[in-house]
């Protein structure tokens, strides 16, 4: 029988889940992992990891989520297809879930030019939408990439996928996601959202086509932390969405701390709309090393107590 995760427990009875990321360490002190977990145990029906994010080293997704799964977190890892081929990534797959990890997050990569390490060579062997089907077939058929049968155990994942709902044109964005769920994603997380009326227009076209009712949607915040840091990401990152209101906010007030409370009021106003959105089954939180926020934000959005 397949093992069931938490946050499918949670997605399953038609809750509102709450997903939250934990940042890898980037050296081998376990205790900071800990720490981590101990700040959003309870506020979480499970925490992700990234795997080698913006071409950065930290440590593996998997090693993370071991070490939150001892403090009682459900966890997901990522696993991007930059630096495995898939003999690799099969491998992983194998020993991620022999040791309990029932989620995984399956990631194309940033391109090693985002990165401090622009001289390594990517492998790419396959892209985040084979990686999907080969979960899937792992899971479902007991088959290797190659159509060999596995003997004994499957990989017993839940399997989700990264959606951006802001590329254009939004028939793209809406086609990338039918794409994933006919792959065999289960769950996707999405980018920040901070344009909800940009975001309503993706899932009006999500809902014409009834995905929401074959893939959980669980949308991504990230609470703003300056002005500054809001118009980089609105002029220089590709694909994200950041109305000028929300900058005239931040840029209005003049203490450090007090910006940082008004990114983190902006995430709990967002939150409050997803809610009510019946396209959206949860919410991702990513605070960009920032954990200690994640337990304030899930106060005040009514998250907490979890289910």
């Known amino acids: 029988m397949k093992t069931r995760s938490n946050l499918e427990r949670v997605l399953d009875v038609g809750q509102f889940a709450v997903t939250a990321e934990i940042s890898p360490p980037q050296n081998t002190d376990f205790e900071t992992i800990r720490e981590r977990a101990r700040l959003i145990k309870g506020y979480v ?49 194998l020993a991620l879930s022999g040791f309990g990890v029932n989620n995984i997050l399956c990631l194309s990569g940033d391109p090693v030019s985002f990165g401090n390490h622009p001289w390594a060579t990517p492998v790419f062997d396959v892209d985040s939408l084979q990686l999907i089907r080969m979960v899937k077939k792992l899971r479902d058929e007991k088959k290797f990439d ?33 794409d994933k769920v006919t792959a065999g994603a289960d769950f996707v997380q999405t980018q920040p959202i901070y344009n909800i009326e940009a975001f309503s227009k993706w899932t009006d076209l999500v809902r014409e086509r ?7 949607i669980i949308a991504g915040i990230t609470p703003v932390t300056s002005a500054a840091a809001a118009r980089y990401m609105q002029t220089k990152v590709p694909n994200m969405d950041i109305p000028d209101t929300i900058i005239e906010r931040l840029r209005k007030i003049r203490k450090r701390e007090e910006v940082a409370e008004e990114g983190i009021r902006i995430a709990v106003e967002t939150i409050e709309q997803l809610k009510q959105m019946e396209e959206v089954a949860g919410v991702h939180i990513m605070t960009l090393h920032r954990e200690e926020i994640i337990p304030k934000i899930c106060n005040a959005a009514g998250l907490y107590p979890r289910p």
Do not use: Y
Request: aromatic share 4%.
């Open 45 to 93: 029906d499970a925490f992700n990891v990234p795997d080698g994010q913006a071409a950065v080293v930290g440590m593996a997704s998997w090693a993370v989520c071991l070490v939150g799964m001892e403090e009682g977190l459900d966890s997901i890892a990522h696993m991007a297809c930059r630096d495995r081929n898939r003999i690799a990534l099969q491998t992983d797959i």
């Open 210 to 216: 009834g995905l929401h009712k074959e893939v959980r």
């Open 146 to 178: 190659n159509g060999e049968l596995i003997v004994g155990t499957e990989p017993r994942l839940l399997i989700g996928a990264a959606v951006n709902p802001f590329v254009q044109p939004l028939e793209s964005a809406v086609d990338r996601l039918k």
